[in-house]
């Protein structure tokens, strides 16, 4: 691994840097935690295609960039440093787009990715389900084929952003052959959130945000030409595409911050007349969670580095997302303590030190090691990818 920057890569930081700030001047966005999932701007996002930054790393023949993993990490990590508004197009650069160069047709690259390039449409996932989430190939929701249409029933839970989306990247079952593996009766489509008979009710978190929703689908016609890939293959597609939701380094940076509010107050607030960062034993709660925080941008380094040698980071990734995951859930439940119950706040109080980011931090503690597969599944695919361990 060589994790030294180019000159180029060091003046693309640079040039993020400085958009983000003179949008900040401007007052084109306000800065948030979890602005990668709550911050939903299509005027923000387009104006981030405008200087090309949508489809970095994808390949030029399909309108992207062509450039490296690396080089997009750098734009995310950026981007989330800034609190940025990029969810509008976030899950369609990361995976859809990928995707569709992946499996897709021409017809549907054709249709789609200049779209999502030029932040016209965004996207959400629709995998999970009340009694499939870690588990994908327990997927229930049903697609029928009749005439030109693929007829879907069903339900899906936890869909970030549903309400707002314009498409869903949809998992669903085709072969209904009860002695059929789950495994190999499964399909990926792109549904119109907009289309007939697709009902999404929100799911307000315990932050107090919506963010997460229930889609109802009953009785909606997909055309077939939006089957994405093979038809029953799409366990083995979204295996593969996983691998990058798991992966970015959002997983460290979206509660970034928290480590900066927690550092400030350390650094300014006197407790039993003299200054918190003097506290032997609040100076080592801060000095591991600085280690950590170095780790885990390793670990995301080390997973763009193998993404460019042209390998899939399976378990790497899985490492990645269990170690940076873990470490949130660490900062914020120390971000609370040192804080003391003014740290309990949320947003809506004005006593609430720091906008409220530690509490709202703590709050969706639990969600950080549950989305994008869980720690139990993670830890199993390092152990038998990674480590090479066998079952019995």
């Known amino acids: ?56 790393s994808w390949p030029k023949e399909y309108g992207g960039q062509g450039r490296s993993y690396m080089d997009r990490l750098i734009l995310i990590e950026e981007m989330l440093k800034a609190k940025a508004p990029i969810a509008f197009h976030f899950l369609a650069d990361r995976q859809v787009g990928p995707a569709l160069i992946r499996f897709g047709s021409d017809e549907l690259k054709r249709e789609f990715l200049p779209k999502i390039i030029n932040a016209e449409i ?59 593996p789950k495994h190999r009766s499964l399909s990926e489509f792109i549904l119109d959130m907009k289309a007939p008979g697709v009902t999404v009710q929100p799911l307000i978190n315990i932050a107090g945000v919506h963010s997460f929703n229930e889609v109802f689908l009953d009785d909606v016609k997909i055309p077939k030409n939006h089957l994405v890939g093979k038809k029953d293959k799409g366990f083995d597609q979204i295996m593969e595409q996983v691998v990058y939701e ?29 200054n918190m960062r003097e506290d032997p034993i609040v100076r080592n709660e801060l000095a591991t969670l600085e280690i950590e925080f170095n780790i885990g941008k390793l670990l995301c380094y080390n997973v763009a580095w193998t993404i460019d040698k042209g390998k899939i980071p399976t378990y790497e990734a899985s490492v990645c997302k269990v170690f940076c995951t873990k470490y949130e859930q660490r900062l ?51 152990a038998l990818r990674g480590l090479k361990l066998q079952t019995k």
Request: some cysteine; glycine content about 8%; charged content about 25%.
């Open 1 to 56: 691994m060589d994790f030294e920057f180019t000159d180029e890569q060091k003046s693309f930081r640079e040039d993020i840097r400085e958009f983000v700030q003179k949008e900040l001047e401007q007052g084109t966005f306000i800065p948030r935690q979890n602005a990668w999932i709550e911050g939903f701007s299509k005027e923000f996002s387009q104006k981030m295609s405008k200087r090309r930054w949508i489809a970095l």
């Open 332 to 382: 914020s439940d120390v971000a609370t303590r040192l804080m003391g119950l003014y740290g309990q706040l949320l947003p809506s109080s004005k006593w609430a030190p720091y906008g409220g980011v530690a509490a709202e931090s703590y709050l969706w503690n639990p969600s950080y090691t549950l989305q994008g597969g869980t720690v139990e599944i993670l830890k199993n695919i390092i």
């Open 246 to 274: 798991r992966a970015g380094i959002e997983r460290l940076m979206q509660n970034y911050p928290v480590m900066e509010s927690l550092m400030d107050y350390v650094k300014t607030t006197k407790r039993n007349g003299r």
């Open 122 to 180: 965004s996207f959400c996932l629709c995998y999970s389900e009340p009694d499939a989430g870690s588990d994908l190939a327990s997927v229930r929701t049903a697609a029928v084929e009749e005439g030109d249409y693929f007829v879907i029933n069903g339900q899906k839970v936890w869909t970030t952003m549903g309400h707002v989306a314009d498409f869903g990247w949809l998992l669903a079952k085709t072969n209904l052959d009860s002695n059929l």
